[in-house]
């Protein structure tokens, strides 16, 4: 069981940053990928970043690459995305969520989220 808390979204201009945090509890969070969605008004819930179990392999959506970066530190139960270059666009929000297979495809713990609202 993983119990996962956003943190640190907000209204920024747009140009600006933004780092997510997303602390979470449980013994096996080190064993877990590690993902983050979003979903703006009216809109289905989308990908945005995954990250493997030990960090060493990450994705991201085609909308947010070379602006966003996600990191984990395992020993601190801790993902986060730092977002730049952030857009109107990128209003959402931001949900933390972990995979136990690895896979990227079993995503079966999820936070509350988190918004963020970029203002043009």
């Known amino acids: 069981q993983v119990h996962l808390v956003e943190s640190g979204g907000g209204l920024v201009q747009a140009g600006g940053s933004l780092r997510l945090s997303c602390a979470a509890s449980g013994r096996t969070f080190s064993s877990y990928a590690m993902g983050w969605f979003r979903q703006a008004p009216g809109k289905e819930r989308e990908f945005v970043a995954t990250?493997?179990?030990?960090?060493?392999?990450?994705y991201y959506a085609d909308s947010v690459k070379g602006r966003f970066t996600i990191s984990r530190d395992n020993a601190k139960n801790m993902v986060s995305l730092q977002m730049n270059g952030l857009k109107p666009e990128d209003t959402a929000v931001y949900y933390c969520?972990?995979?136990?297979?690895?896979?990227?495809?079993?995503?079966?713990?999820w936070g509350q989220g988190t918004q963020v609202t970029v203002s043009s």
């Open positions: 990250i493997s179990w030990s960090g060493g392999s990450t």
């Open positions: 969520a972990a995979d136990p297979s690895g896979r990227y495809s079993v995503w079966d713990y």
